[in-house]
Every structure is written in structure tokens, then in C-alpha cells.
T-cell receptor, first 114, second 111 residues
Framework: DTEVTQTPKHLVMGMTNKKSLKCEQH?????MYWYKQKAKKPPELMFV???????INESVPSRFSPECPNSSLLNLHLHALQPEDSALYLC?????????????FGEGSRLTVL | EDQVTQSPEALRLQEGESSSLNCSYT??????LFWYRQDPGKGPEFLFT???AGEEKEKERLKATLTKKESFLHITAPKPEDSATYLC????????????FGKGTKLSVKP
């Protein structure tokens, strides 16, 4: 199993809604990432979890709240978003304690904020 | 400041017309350089990792090379299914493993 699975694939929400994005991997990777990608732009790092602990928060607004309940699961809770938050949200993972550095990405969750 | 620059921004090729994509970088203590392929609306798909100057990796019609300042992704006899955006990323020493991405090269291969 070499997959990172993200749900939902598409999400439309209003600015007052609360929703969550989910990411799951069963490769035993102990680092998990959230990236945001706008159209025709490269992925931008949002959060990094190492061994289920938040290790990096790239100055992301508090309306985005990450959570790592266990080593296989990563959530991104969304509340009071703005239309400019519409983007493709990518989850990625990689093993820790090895020389390998490549990230394994999910297919993303396309978020539209109305 | 660590930086990754890819060129060209877009490249249109005829099927079978070989070419190269460039990724130049400035980074303190390169730990690895990565090439990804991204199809529209999908997550990046890992292609290659290069760790040291002189290293080369191949996969089907793609070959990646690395020097001390840049990397090339050579595409030999491309097919329409090679059309995608190709992203280059570097991992710097002390970056906790985080990748710095270039803006990508959008490749279109016409039959």
C-alpha cells in the first residue's frame, strides 16, 4: 500500500461553515504535511507533523486548524474561511529516520469558498 | 535565501521532439533535489531524487541530471501522455526535510 488518500475530493463551503479535510496513509510514515496550491502556482507548505506532533506552522491563519489523531491520520479543520482560501489542499507524507526525502502526495481536496 | 527557478515556464513539443527542462537552485547545504510530475487537479507524483553532482536517474523517456547549480530533466521522443507540469524541488540542510518548490514547467506534447 503506497497511497495517501484524501477526502473529500471536492468541497464547497460558505464563509460561515465548519468543515474538515481528511488524509490517511498506511505506509508507516511518521511525517505528514499539509500544502496549499493555487492555480498555476507551486505547492506552499502550511503545516508539518513529526511523530504526531506539530513541528512547523508556516504562519497559517487560525481559521485553518490541523490535527493528527494518530500516526496514520491527518485532519485539517476549516472555519470562517475566505474566498481567497479556495485552492487545492494537498496532504503528503514521508518516512522519518531514513535518508530518503521524497514526499508522497495525495490527489488533493479541491476547496471552493463562496 | 534558498531559491528554485525553473525554465521555461511552458514548453510545447511535437511528438518525438526531444528537449530539456531546467531547474536552477541556490540552497545552503543541498540534501536532495526532487522532480515531480503533476497532472491538472491532481497531487504531484514523485519521479526522481538526485543527491550529488554528477548523478543521473532514468525512467522510460525521462532522464534527470544534477550539477552543483542546476538540474536538467531530459525528455527523449516525448508522447502526448507526457504532457503535464513538471515540478522541481530542493531539500536544504536544516530544513527539517521540507521541500522548496519551483514554479514548474508546463509541458504540452502534440501528436
Amino acid at each position: 500500500d503506497t497511497e495517501v488518500t484524501q477526502t473529500p475530493k471536492h468541497l464547497v463551503m460558505g464563509m460561515t461553515n465548519k468543515k474538515s479535510l481528511k488524509c490517511e496513509q498506511h505506509m508507516g510514515h511518521r511525517a505528514m504535511y499539509w500544502y496549499k496550491q493555487k492555480a498555476k502556482k507551486p505547492p506552499e507548505l502550511m503545516f508539518v507533523y513529526s511523530y504526531e506532533k506539530l513541528s512547523i506552522n508556516e504562519s497559517v491563519p487560525s481559521r485553518f486548524s490541523p490535527e493528527c489523531p494518530n500516526s496514520s491520520l491527518l485532519n485539517l479543520h476549516l472555519h470562517a474561511l475566505q474566498p481567497e482560501d479556495s485552492a487545492l489542499y494537498l496532504c503528503a507524507s514521508r518516512p522519518l529516520g531514513t535518508t530518503t526525502g521524497e514526499l508522497f502526495f495525495g490527489e488533493g481536496s479541491r476547496l471552493t469558498v463562496l | 535565501e534558498d531559491q528554485v527557478t525553473q525554465s521555461p515556464e511552458a514548453l510545447r513539443l511535437q511528438e518525438g521532439e526531444s528537449s530539456s527542462l531546467n531547474c536552477s537552485y541556490t540552497v545552503s547545504g543541498l540534501r536532495g533535489l526532487f522532480w515531480y510530475r503533476q497532472d491538472p487537479g491532481k497531487g504531484p507524483e514523485f519521479l526522481f531524487t538526485l543527491y550529488s553532482a554528477g548523478e543521473e536517474k532514468e525512467k522510460e523517456r525521462l532522464k534527470a541530471t544534477l550539477t552543483k547549480k542546476e538540474s536538467f530533466l531530459h525528455i527523449t521522443a516525448p508522447k502526448p501522455e507526457d504532457s503535464a507540469t513538471y515540478l522541481c524541488a530542493v531539500q536544504a540542510g536544516g530544513s527539517q526535510g521540507n521541500l522548496i518548490f519551483g514554479k514548474g514547467t508546463k509541458l504540452s506534447v502534440k501528436p
